[in-house]
């Protein structure tokens, strides 16, 4: 069964201080993996889109990391402000024609001062 | 760009009556997508249109629930009768494209309460 499993399930940070989110799946045949970071009471925006090919991307103090053949991606935030707090949820496309969206489950992360 | 828009906001019913949630994409988009999101499960995907006909609507949990694009620009999720575990999030989302090659562009969702 293809499944997204992020860790941890929540993080608790201090301003400053730079964290890494999990993301392991089982999705086959994989065609691209994305994040979102979803703030309380809104809907998910886009951060990260990669394909297989693509071993990271940034976006600003954001750094996503994939490594196809473990299955395994990771999101870095750099220098964590207060408004990084949010959910950050893992996706990923089961085949490029159709809708199979494999979302996980999110990790919430609260960055304190 | 005002982005997806989303109506109402927040709703809250009684068990048994109607609710109708309301989207309207993202001009020039052709693809448009309802979800649901509750702390247990996430976020699900319900249904999926493309240029305004229903492509996979497997996610849709039961025959309570029903959803129409009668055009590019509007689409509406009705849930009859709702009952109390239909409480969740509802977002509406839209791209340009395919669901598994172009990016989602999420509204700011409808908060339903079933009392």
């Known amino acids: 069964k293809n499944q997204v499993e992020q860790s941890p399930q929540s993080l608790i940070i201090l301003e400053g201080k730079n964290c890494t989110l999990q993301c392991n799946y089982t999705v086959s045949p994989f065609s691209n993996l994305r994040w979102y970071k979803q703030d309380t009471g809104r809907g998910p925006v886009s951060l990260t889109i990669m394909t297989f090919s693509e071993n990271t991307k940034s976006n600003g103090r954001y750094t996503a990391t994939l490594d196809a053949d473990t299955k395994q991606s990771s999101l870095h935030i750099t220098a964590s402000q207060l408004s990084d707090s949010a959910s950050y949820i893992c996706v990923v496309s089961e085949e490029q024609a159709g809708t199979a969206l494999i979302f996980g489950k999110g990790t919430t992360l609260s960055v304190s001062s | 760009d005002a982005g997806v828009i989303q109506s109402p906001r927040h709703e809250v019913t009684e068990m048994g009556q109607e609710v109708t949630l309301r989207c309207k994409p993202i001009?020039?988009?052709?693809?448009l997508f309802w979800y649901r999101q509750t702390m247990m499960r996430g976020l699900e995907l319900l249904i999926y249109?493309?240029?305004?006909?229903?492509?996979?609507d497997s996610g849709m949990p039961e025959d309570r629930f029903s959803a129409k694009m009668p055009n590019a620009s509007f689409s509406t999720l009705k849930i009859q009768p709702s009952e109390p575990r239909d409480s969740a999030v509802y977002f509406c989302a839209s791209s340009s494209g395919l669901a598994g090659v172009y990016e989602q562009f999420f509204g700011p969702g409808t908060r339903l309460t079933v009392l």
């Open positions: 249109f493309n240029n305004n006909v229903p492509i996979d």
């Open positions: 001009s020039g988009h052709n693809s």
